[in-house]
């Protein structure tokens, strides 16, 4: 069974850093794109960044490019998000997700995590 666990999530204050986890089971993770995508209080669910399968490609959104940095660990089998310079419009459920491009490079998303909460407040 194919399964995603997020970790990593918290408080932190305007500014800090935090380093959100994936770790994949149940697939041959280092065969596979990953996103990480969250979801704000309120608010639907927003890509956040990408990367290929063997890590050499990432793709960010706009609002977290220079902030944040997608890596991955084939040997562990997990997934990183490194964030930086967080803002409150960061706050948000993050999730990981396995996806593939179907036509015109939409992403097609077939198994997601449960989410970790990152709260970025004073």
């Known amino acids: 069974q194919v399964q995603l666990v997020e970790s990593g999530g918290g408080l932190v204050q305007p500014g800090g850093s935090l380093r959100l986890s994936c770790a994949a089971s149940g697939f041959t993770f280092s065969s596979y794109a990953m996103s990480w995508v969250r979801q704000a209080p309120g608010k639907g669910l927003e890509w956040v960044s990408d990367i290929n399968s063997g890590g050499g490609s990432t793709y960010y959104a706009d609002s977290v490019k220079g902030r944040f940095t997608i890596s991955r660990d084939n040997a562990k089998n997990t997934l990183y998000l490194q964030m930086n310079s967080l803002k409150p419009e960061d706050t948000a459920v993050y999730y990981c997700?396995?996806?593939?491009?179907?036509?015109?490079?939409?992403?097609?998303?077939?198994?997601w995590g449960q989410g970790t909460q990152v709260t970025v407040s004073s």
């Open positions: 997700a396995k996806y593939r491009l179907g036509p015109f490079n939409h992403h097609e998303y077939d198994y």
